[in-house]
């Protein structure tokens, strides 16, 4: 026997799944917002990393042997800490790869840009010689367009 009411089922209205999926959609587009901002950030926290090393290789080499070893395209030139402080190439600005070579011209396999001025001056006088190392990428870019750098300043002490 049938009552006088007809059987209706429960559904989502179009109202309602509408909605859901807009809630859908702007929690998708949060959580990119967030990979893409961590991707960045670990992205350049790499790049940090990698000139620091590349940066602290470069002055270790010198302090091992502060008046002979590499020459200008091998690292910091050793005949430029004991002269008055100064830029230590004959432009303003070298080009190192990732493994720690260093060129005046831009090169296909140039990593960082290096900026770097040494030599004594008044406050360190003639027996200790100031280092200041820059590392900036990409290597074409100048220092006011870079994307990262790496900066440190250290002192070698001469015999």
Not at 125 to 134: A, D, E, F, W
Request: glycine share 8%; net charge positive; with cysteine.
């Amino acid at each position: 026997m049938t009552t006088g009411r007809p059987h209706r089922r429960r559904a989502f209205s179009l109202v309602e799944v509408v909605l859901a999926l807009g809630i859908c959609v702007f929690v998708l587009i949060a959580l990119i917002g967030l990979f893409s901002s961590g991707w960045r950030t670990s992205r350049e926290s790499e790049e940090q990393i990698r000139a620091a090393n590349l940066a602290s290789r470069l002055i270790a080499v010198r302090m091992a042997a502060p008046t002979t070893g590499p020459s200008a395209t091998d690292g910091i030139p050793f005949d430029k800490l004991s002269q008055p402080y100064g830029s230590v190439f004959s432009g303003t600005d070298a080009y190192v790869t990732s493994d720690g070579a260093v060129s005046p011209n831009l090169t296909a396999d140039a990593a960082y840009r290096m900026t770097c001025f040494a030599g004594t001056n008044a406050e360190t006088g003639p027996k200790l010689s100031q280092v200041y190392l820059r590392l900036s990428w990409p290597p074409q870019a100048t220092a006011a367009l870079a994307n990262g750098w790496y900066e440190t300043l250290t002192y070698v002490p001469l015999p």
